[in-house]
């Protein structure tokens, strides 16, 4: 039976990948990689490190990414669905066509804030495709923005609270004093002026920029730094550590 390697490859640096994730890709016939449009820097990237790991004659089919649908923000776990639905079927149609066992590429870590897990459960749940199917995990940006800043990321005995920048509103007035953030469209610090900030963009990447301190006194430099990356690299994902 065919195989379907979900692969974690680390925020960016070829050089953390793991030797696991190097030994499954190597393992299989191709890999499915989502493509964004017109000189996409991710998938350029992801094209990087497997000549880095596997070689250039690893063979890469680019399928485009469908859209999804901003129009209503108010129903985002619809819109997110019914995108994953999409996906879903643009990658069946390839493995109906293409034999072999296929890797998938994944950012970080699969297991924080990505979906090519639910989307590969939604081919398979389709019932076109049979396949056993593996996690290879990896380093994540978390772990990252830790090791950057020489940090644990909690305080002695206590928890964490991982979430996005859509819900740290939530999170605040949850009562959480030591909040993980990620998949920030915007950075949005009003009412923390006393909280920490450890915060970091393109981890791992040429594109690194780092920056800490109390919130009231690193605000401006974190949009100048985020912006600046944007501008350098093209795209820009940042994740940041807060303490009160």
Excluded: C
Excluded at 41 to 65: C, K, N, Q, Y
Excluded at 92 to 97: A, F, S, Y
Excluded at 168 to 195: F, Q, T
Excluded at 224 to 238: C, E, F, L, P, S
């Amino acid at each position: 039976m065919r195989r379907i390697r979900v692969i974690g490859i680390g925020p960016g640096d070829p050089d953390q990948v793991t030797l696991e994730a190097v030994a499954a890709m190597h393992a299989v016939a191709y890999f499915v990689v989502a493509d964004k449009g017109p000189d996409d820097p991710l998938l350029a990237a992801r094209r990087e490190l497997l000549s880095r790991h596997v070689g250039f004659g690893a063979t890469v089919i680019a399928v485009r990414d469908p859209e999804r649908d901003r129009a209503d923000p108010t129903d985002y776990r619809g819109a997110v669905s019914d995108w994953h639905e999409a996906r879903a079927e643009a990658y069946e149609q390839v493995l109906l066509q293409q034999p072999g066992d296929v890797g998938f590429l994944v950012w970080g870590d699969p297991a924080f804030y990505d979906s090519t897990i639910r989307i590969v459960e939604r081919v398979l749940a389709r019932g076109n495709v049979e396949a056993e199917w593996d996690v290879v995990p990896g380093i994540s940006s978390l772990q990252l923005l830790a090791a950057r800043h020489r940090i644990v990321l909690h305080e002695i005995g206590q928890p964490i609270t991982v979430t996005t920048a859509r819900k740290l509103g939530e999170a605040v007035e949850a009562g959480a004093d030591n909040i993980l953030v990620m998949l920030s469209a915007r950075i949005d610090l009003a009412g923390l002026d006393d909280w920490h900030i450890w915060w970091g963009a393109n981890l791992g990447t040429a594109h690194e920029r780092l920056v800490s301190g109390r919130v009231v006194e690193v605000a401006a430099e974190v949009d100048a730094a985020r912006a600046a990356t944007k501008a350098d690299a093209g795209w820009v994902m940042d994740a940041y550590l807060l303490r009160r």
